[in-house]
């Protein structure tokens, strides 16, 4: 087990955003978090982190290194590519010269090689997510968080970089859980899928897939999408009208 | 394409000369017609500058005023950075010292000077008081901007990597704050001066520049006056452009290469 | 707590005012003869209003920098407005309002003092000088927020030349001069009292100066608080506002009149 909500719930103020929100995540499974924005999303990944406590219920995990991806790249901006992956790897009991080294070779395994010295500033909006990402996974985390890591990023970029991540993970096998709006998302990566809805927010749908995500065929991914889109609006539909 | 960016970066130049030409040449045509006792021509000047900056007696005023601005500058930074954090980290403290500020913000600095001259006399340390109580506010507020401008997004990043307190002090915080309070450390040098040289004019038999301009007064030296005026304007540059070099070539690279 | 957080005055303000107080009669008790007690304060201040000075002089004083104010103002409205139309002007102008901003005004008076001697003319000229940088940094900046990306637009959408001034350069104008007006206020105040102080023979500069003479450390301490007065009114009505209301859509330091000495 990596992870288990148990009842948690979240108030920010009086007014509560997340209700008793239970599941359990297993050892290299990737749970995919769905619903529209504002619904609490986030917090349950900061709940996952410990940056925040729940206000009812318990979050239960014995792991230490969690590697989050916000949905922006959130880097320091007077530290240079490789410096702010650096930064991660203090309190490890490495050299200076073995966290250059580490740090380079993930900047490497993202395509970044050549681009250790730039600061944020100098790179694009891909370029300095790819940074974020290799920051994540640096530490070689036991549970990885993504916080719709691709939004806004154009849509060539974000196929390649899903990919890229894809490619991580079977260097980098680990946990997962990865918030996002879109279903094809969910179904490319996802070996389960909830859906958060109402306020506050629930657990108001969950969805396995069950074909493991080497075997995964176009007809599979559409289909698969198809039934999580229909989920999303069917519950979605009370809350709009 | 080379052209362009020439004539971009020379016309500015090209355009400042011939103002300083144009404002020479007025002077020039005010000293005629006032005559130059009352207002010294630009030769004249000139020769004074050189006079100020050769004469012993004059350098060591100079140097006089030079250590109450670093003293009084000093002072201020540490005080203003001290109080500003507390007052960014806890929202009271900025409540409880509000009408300090409020009031030394709102005092004419001429006033507050004589106010420490009639109570506790004139001399190195007063001066310096002075200064210092005048150009507080400017980098304590500062100071509290600064620490409010870190962001709260960045300090999550900190927290979910498990970064230990004193690395979010220190590559965290500092830098930003730093960054920050550059443009209000700026602004005080040259306030701070501006004090200094006024609290040295009041104190009057005193020290420094001050004491320099009284006597030029007296004898009605307009040219040492106006030499004056020059020699603290380019030593204001000077200071700015060698902190701001600084700043640029080690803390901002990443800013200034954008 | 709640209560109190949701009113206009907070606690701990007014508890750093009492603690000012204290923090006053302490070191009036325990330094006798140097720092006054508030009631001597207090009582200095009664009498000046009694004996009808403190209306004298502050009308005085008020005149001057009003008169210096509207001079000042205009020449830097004028210089800005060609500056930011301009900008070989921008250039022009830059060593002199450089210079200018960085002297000292001491050093100003006493040159003022040579030139026109001890009267009303000098500190006019003074406060309008030193106006004159205030009112032009606000209106070039304000008109550099007509940018090249504002013009092309309009060009775009062909608006004419009067429209463009009605529409975009006269509001950015308006805004500039309400900016400049308001942080030169605080400005004008400060250098009228210092050029009244160092050669003047009324207003409450000279006032204050008289009492370097006469030893009288309260009266000092009696203008000290006019003068305080009209420098929190002027922050309170003019500089807040102006600033809180340009905040919401650009970058503007409220410390703008700190500054100055």
Known sequence: ?241 | MSNFWNARKVLPFLWMATGVVAFTVVWQLMSNSYGPLLVATPSETMVAVTRLLTSPATLAAFARTLGRVLLALGLQIVSGVASGVLAGLYPWVEDLLRPVIDALVAVPPVALTLLVILMFGSGDYQVAATALALGFPLLYTGTVRAVRSVDRSMLEMFRAFRLPRTTQLLVGYLPATLYALIPSILLATGLTLRLVVMAEVMVGGGSGIGQSLSEARVHMATAEIFAWLLVMAATVLMIEGTLLYLVKSHLLKWQARR | MRAFTGSRIKPYYLLGVVGMMLAWEFSAVSLPGIVPRLAAVGSSLLLLAQTGELWRQLGVSLQRSLTGLSFGAALGLLLGTAAGLWKPAYYFFKPLMGTLLSSPAVVVVMLAMVWFGVGSFMPVFVTALFTVPVMYVSVVEGMELVDAEVLEMAAVFRISRWALWWNIYLPALATAVLTGLAFAAGTAFRKTIMAELLGSNDGIGYAMAMTRFNLDVARLFAWVAICLCVGVVVQRLFVKPVASYLRKWRDVNSESGVVHE
Request: charged share 25%; aromatic share 8%.
């Open chain 1, 1 to 241: 087990m990596v992870i288990e909500f148990d009842n948690v719930s979240k108030f920010f103020g009086k007014r509560k955003i997340l209700d008793s929100v239970s599941f359990r995540l297993e050892e290299g499974q990737i749970l995919a978090i769905l619903g529209p924005s504002g619904i609490g999303k986030t917090t349950l990944l900061r709940l996952a982190a410990g940056t925040v406590k729940p206000d009812s219920g318990q979050v239960r995990t014995d792991k230490q290194r969690f590697g989050f991806i916000f949905q922006e790249p959130r880097l320091l901006p007077w530290r240079t590519a490789l410096a702010n992956i650096t930064l991660v790897l203090q309190n490890r009991g490495l050299s200076r010269d073995e966290q250059r080294e580490i740090a380079s070779t993930m900047l490497k395994r993202l395509g970044l090689q050549g681009f250790e010295q730039y600061y944020p500033a100098e790179l694009s909006g891909g370029m300095r997510q790819r940074v974020s990402i290799a920051r994540a996974f640096v530490i070689d985390p036991e549970l990885a968080l993504l916080d719709e890591p691709f939004t806004g990023l154009d849509i060539g970029l974000k196929i390649s970089l899903r990919q890229m991540l894809l490619d991580l993970l079977t260097w980098h096998p680990c946990a997962m859980m990865y918030v996002t709006h879109e279903p094809q998302d969910a179904v490319l990566l996802a070996d389960r899928a909830i859906v958060l809805e109402g306020k506050p927010g629930r657990i108001v749908a969950s969805m396995d897939f069950e074909r493991p995500r080497g075997e995964r065929d176009q007809a599979y991914i559409q289909d698969q999408a198809a039934k999580l889109t229909s989920v999303l609006t069917a519950t979605s539909l009370p809350v709009s009208s």
